[in-house]
């Protein structure tokens, strides 16, 4: 199996404040934000102007199932990584242990997510 690291996606409090920041700050650019209803969450990327990996904020509303109140140490959400196939990487995965832990699915796209040995989400794409 191979997969090739594309972003970070990080839990922030706030969703503006940590815009502001990473904006203004970081002095990154906004690249696009949108609501996962999935997740009752929203998602916002971010791209250093000079190009390079990108940072994913993700905020989840109360309710949502991903939903916790937010402590120091949350802030890794997932790691992103492109595969050629996801079928044929989630069928290789499970075969070592690993089960998907969620699927999302659009009219252009599909994640997969599975979880690293800490719990961690891997989420995968093609």
């Known amino acids: 199996m191979k997969a090739k690291l594309i972003y970070t996606g ?4 706030n969703m ?3 815009i502001r920041f990473y904006t203004e700050v970081m002095g990154m650019k906004l ?9 009752s969450g929203e998602v916002a990327a971010l791209v250093s102007e000079d190009g390079g990996p990108e940072i994913e904020l993700n905020y989840y509303k109360e309710g949502s ?6 402590s120091l140490g949350q802030e890794l959400d997932h790691l992103a990584f492109q595969v050629e196939d996801v079928n044929k ?5 499970k075969k070592l242990g690993y089960h998907t832990a969620l699927e999302i699915k659009s009219p ?4 997969a997510y599975i979880q690293d040995p800490n719990g961690i989400f891997i989420e995968l794409f093609a």
């Open 65 to 70: 199932k991903y939903f916790e109140s937010y």
């Open 31 to 39: 690249k696009g934000r949108n609501t996962i209803n999935v997740t």
């Open 89 to 93: 990487f989630l069928f290789e995965a």
């Open 16 to 18: 503006e404040e940590s």
């Open 10 to 13: 990080i839990r922030v409090k």
């Open 108 to 111: 252009n796209s599909r994640w």
